[in-house]
């Protein structure tokens, strides 16, 4: 029988006030961080994503205070990295820097993938992936209307993709305009530059770092819905009337449940790598464009960019459903 | 070693044949037409297996040359033993990786180690695996400023 | 040549040095030690030259990759376990050198034959980087399917006392290599659902899994045969034990050549990797040699053979990066990110831009080169005492540092099981002398000829007379038949030939090695 006492409502007073304060997440993000965060990255070292990660680290470590640690998860094109995150313990001490392909493209292609956007929280985006179709500057087309008038005399021709949404694109392209393009598996951004710059395929499917070689490749066409700061004069390829354009963004993942006063710090911490002078020297020499989404247009680009392309890939008949 | 090679030559022409028939019609879809099929080098791989290996149980049977009078079996209980142990220490090291932390996990896959191997002296069983996952903290924490998990 | 001499100006002062300096003796213990490689030790130590100068910080960064090269010889040679796969044919005749007491003298051939092959390979990234950059382009992947195809006779020589074991070994090794995303048609190959194998069995965990964890099982299973050994051994008893003679500098420069030239050009080509050019290697200098029966039991020249390649190929496949940004290596791939980080872009832009900080960059190597003999020799009597320490201790601690290394592969637990896995199958193939030298051929070369068959395939329009465009390929191709079609016909003699050869192989029983 319990037994009222004084003793047992002080002591169930006081479990009620220690349980409020310790759902009062607000007021731990006071003190957030109070110590060093994780940050995992989906590819290994030496990569696009690796190297912007790790400039964005020392951006961040230097806005909150604490240290950065990258981490390298590689693993089905980050999906392993991205499960990992799921499981985490939602405090923001662990997040992953990422491309967001990896919640809004990858679980269509991948049958093991399954997890959706809301699984995740976002504390923002940082650059942009410049994903275009690359040639070589010498070639006598510059969009992709020329690329088909091209393809149309010289059937049999090459194309290297790196993975299924390069063949999307070209299987799009070449199915509503019947041309006749064998297409070459590559294995790596590497192994695609070696592509280009040996002339073994004519076009190629680049995520961006064909800019470093200016003389001598170009871009035939921004498969992203803006069109490239590199490259200006290049049409998008939903200019060109092909609805496929679909963006990919650095992004900071971290587990659901997440505390919003968290989520808004990392983005503030972020927001100050636009205004960094060596996170733009490096992103400038990688030829990657800053481009800032807060913590609500994240979440906003996330929902929108997993319907589209959910869209374009049943099309594609990449998804059966 | 003859009567080993035909045990394995046996051994590895079933594997094949599992693989083969079994493996890999379920965990390799047919790929889409117009592209070599993901299962032919693999299944090219266990042709080759199957095929070799039931020339070497034959070669083994067929051997006229009589056995060296010294040939034991090619692998000794120590080494069976040994191999077993390993195994032991490390499923006690992930387990504890898994359940606790992976400091203590490390300190097992030493002292288990140095036990198995017949160490009792406890000065050794203490400071070696101290000493080592000190020497590690050390390198990569400190040294090279970069956390292993 | 004259931006080279202010490149020398700039770089031998203290300040730099010093970081080079560290860079190769990190990297040397990284590479001695089991389990830790040189791609964990780059990555790792990228952070920490944030606050170096471009310079320091990359001449610190490559020491590390040059270092851990020649690192990996020492635990090849003195415990049978390679520092990394690369190393995988030292250990073939470099333990049982050590085991006759031979080990410094092993241990010095093997950082001569390093520092060599790892200097010349510099040289020619300096002087013939664009040009030669610009020829590697021509190697498309019509060729390289052709040279893979070439490679695979190696494969031959490389079995140990059993062609036709090696043969299966080699064919289980590329059939657990197409475990993983087919990269043309995206299909998951016997994956299990684990997304952790949609890449596949990571090279580096199997490697410390199947050659040292499992040499490990091995010796410790023997542990009071080897330890009593080890007591007898007395390490260097004669000066001839522990020197190079000049008799054998004779013998081993040739292969040195051998071994740069392939390291070399094995570098140059992407994709390849050390531990291919080593084993190409090896391979070449064992046809070419008058007693090549005789390798494994202990001969010097296979030490020179792997290790002048295995350390060759570090600088050239730098060469693709220099000249056109293009990484061919692991490392190199590593490095692109410290190479921007620090403010140098890779590619041919780099020479106009930048060539002060290029030549910086080509000096500091060069000194790596001979900061890396210095480091090593002094290195020599104090790690040829390890055969002298009791088995018992040595292995826990081997044990730990494989762990270590094989976790920090992918910073997860699935790389140890992957590790564990391959150290009960690198137990089997030790004993049954299943050559596992084979099978790491199959595994990594496996991959990189069917792709590149796919290619081909697609590239030659599915019609084999455009390989008429691909005059380099055709060459290969014919070598490769020349080749099978002489060993066949080497072989045949007594049709029963090979057959009892085989067999009476197989009766041989060769402690050391399998």
Redesign the interface.
Known sequence: MYEITKRGLLGMAAAALLGTVGFGHAGMAADYPTG?I?MLVGY????QT??VA??TA?VMAGELGVPI????????GG??AA??IAKAKPDGYTMLFHSNSVINSAPF?????DYKPEDFEYAGMITAYQVGMASQKDQPFNTIAEYVAWAKKNP?S?YGAL??EARLYITEIAKQNGLDV??????SG??M???L?????ALAFSGGIHY??P?ELKTVSALTTFRHTSAPDVPTIEEEGYPLGMDSRTTLILPKGTPRPILDRLAGALKAAETDADFE??TS??NIPIKYLGVDESYTEMRDTYAKNKGIMKRAGLISD | MRRANIISGVILAIFGLVMLAVVIPLQIDPGPDGMMSPRLVPGMMMGVVIALSLLLVINNIRAKEPEAADAGPPISRNELLALAKIGAVFGAAILLYLLVSPLPAGAVIVIGALVALGERRPLVLIAMPAGLLAAIWFLFYKVLGTGIV | MSDLLIGFQDVLNPATLIWVAIGVTLGYVLGALPGLGKATGVAVCIPLTFYLGPVAALGMLIGIAKGSAAGSAVSAILLNTPGEPSSAPTALDGYPLARQGKAQKALKMGLFASVIGDFVSTVILIALAAPLARYALLIGPVEICAILLFSLTFIGGLSGNSLIKGLIAGAMGVFFSTIGLEAETFVSRMTLGLLELEDGIALVPMAIGMLAVAEMAVQAGNVKVLDSEGARITDGASRSDRVVLASEWRRCLPVIARGTLIGSVVGILPGLGASVGSFLSYGATKKASKTPEKYGTGMIEGVAAAESADNAVVPSSLIPLFALGIPGSVIAAILIAAFILHGLTPGPLMFQQQPRLVADVYAAMLCASVILLIVGYTGQRLFAQVIKAPLRLIIPGVLLLCTVGAYMETSSVFSIYVMLFFTVIGFFARKLDFSFVTFLIGFVIGPNLELSFRQSLQLLDHNAVNLAKHPIAVVFILLTVAVVWWIGRGKNPAAGGQVTRSSRATEKHVPTNS
């Open positions: 060093p994780t290994g070292a030496g990569g690796d190297l790790r400039a020392k640690n990258v981490v390298n998860k590689p693993g089905a999906a392993v499960r990992d292609i991948m049958e093991q993938v049999g090459s993975s299924p064998n297409i070459v598996p590559l294995k590497s192994e530059i070696n592509a710059l040996g002339n073994q395929v470093r070689y003389d020297k490096v020499a990688a």
